[in-house]
Nanobody
């Protein structure tokens, strides 16, 4: 079983930074191979923002955040991070982390590719 708890959201002005954290409680029998960050703004579909394969550390980013966001993972702390810099008002959304079983094969930006989800943390960027 996997439990994910996000934190670090808040309100910032455009150009500011936030770091989101996702603490993972993972059983030793878990076969988690990939983790990702998704976001959903009101009236919009959920979209993949960044993903990482846990074995290789290979990362992927949506074009809208490339160069501004960085996904990383601390294996000792079992925590996933999303460093968000140069934030824009269009980054405003509920951000959620997710964990899945895939270990390779591309960006994994479809929410259907993940088995476990956190409750989300709100990010609001004002202009």
């Amino acid at each position: 079983q996997v439990q994910l708890v996000e934190s670090g959201g808040g309100s910032v002005q455009a150009g500011g930074s936030l770091r989101l954290s996702c603490a993972a409680s993972v059983s030793t029998t878990s076969r988690i191979g990939s983790m990702g960050w998704f976001r959903q703004a009101p009236g919009k579909e959920r979209e993949g923002v960044a993903s990482i394969y846990t074995d290789t550390g290979i990362t992927y980013y949506a074009d809208s955040v490339k160069g501004r966001f960085t996904i990383s993972r601390d294996r000792v702390k079992n925590t996933l991070y999303l460093q968000m810099n140069s934030l824009k008002p269009e980054d405003t959304a509920m951000y959620s982390c997710a964990a899945g079983f895939w270990r390779n094969g591309g960006s994994r930006f479809s929410p259907y590719e993940y088995a476990y989800w956190g409750q989300g943390t709100q990010v609001t960027v004002s202009s």
